[in-house]
T-cell receptor, first 115, second 111 residues
């Protein structure tokens, strides 16, 4: 158990819909990262928040958005869903800003299926 | 184009055998990490290497960072069924950039 929690574990929805994925970081961790894992693309970095502020952005689609709240939990919002958005979505947290010595702890993931 | 190429993609071996998996790039990385991911779980960090030529050992696992900091390898001695999983390498191009992951090597160790 990494200490990072993600809900829900599974999500099945239809194309065009909007969903929200939730992540609670480990106690004391200030950074939250979101990743998407698919069979063809592998694990891809989407976005990072540090203490409530956006810190780094990866290949995140405009239909996707995220935020980190004052209690440090984070939500990833996916809208206008397409079949290709079906994937595993992971949240990770770390103590600091994300330098190499700052270990990222991954949650168990949310499996999103878009039908 | 994948920034980090891992090989082989799949590997199935008998318990007790040795194996090496590779992580290669044409880019220079400030650091490289190796993770293991089991089904239904998130990746777990095994090691971080930051110096060219660095070798780190974790029990039966030996990690090496290439001299030019463009590649890395993971060697497992006397593999056990518990080593089964997806091994991912990830790198940071500079000290402050997000991690880039390879697609992984899926290892199966048969008892």
């Amino acid at each position: 158990d990494s200490g990072v929690t993600q809900t829900p574990k599974h999500l099945i929805t239809a194309t065009g819909q909007r969903v929200t994925l939730r992540c609670s970081p480990r106690s004391g961790d200030l950074s939250v990262y979101w990743y998407q894992q698919s069979l063809d693309q592998g694990l891809q970095f989407l976005i990072q928040y540090y203490n409530g502020e956006e810190r780094a952005k990866g290949n995140i689609l405009e239909r996707f958005s995220a935020q980190q709240f004052p209690d440090l939990h984070s939500e990833l919002n996916l809208s206008s869903l397409e079949l290709g958005d079906s994937a595993l979505y992971f949240c990770a947290s770390s103590r600091g800003t994300g330098i190499p010595t700052d270990t990222q702890y991954f949650g168990p993931g949310t499996r999103l299926t878009v039908l | 184009t994948q920034l980090l190429e891992q090989s082989p993609q799949f590997l199935s071996i008998q318990e007790g055998e040795n194996l090496t998996v590779y992580c290669n790039s044409s880019s220079v990385f400030s650091s490289l990490q190796w993770y293991r991911q089991e089904p239904g779980e998130g990746p777990v960090l095994l090691v971080t290497v930051v110096t060219g030529g660095e070798v780190k050992k974790l029990k039966r696992l030996t990690f090496q960072f290439g001299d030019a900091r463009k590649d890395s390898s993971l060697h497992i001695t006397a593999a056990q069924p518990g080593d089964t999983g997806l091994y991912l390498c990830a790198g940071s191009l500079t000290g402050n950039t997000p991690l880039v992951f390879g697609k992984g090597t899926r290892l199966s160790v048969i008892a």
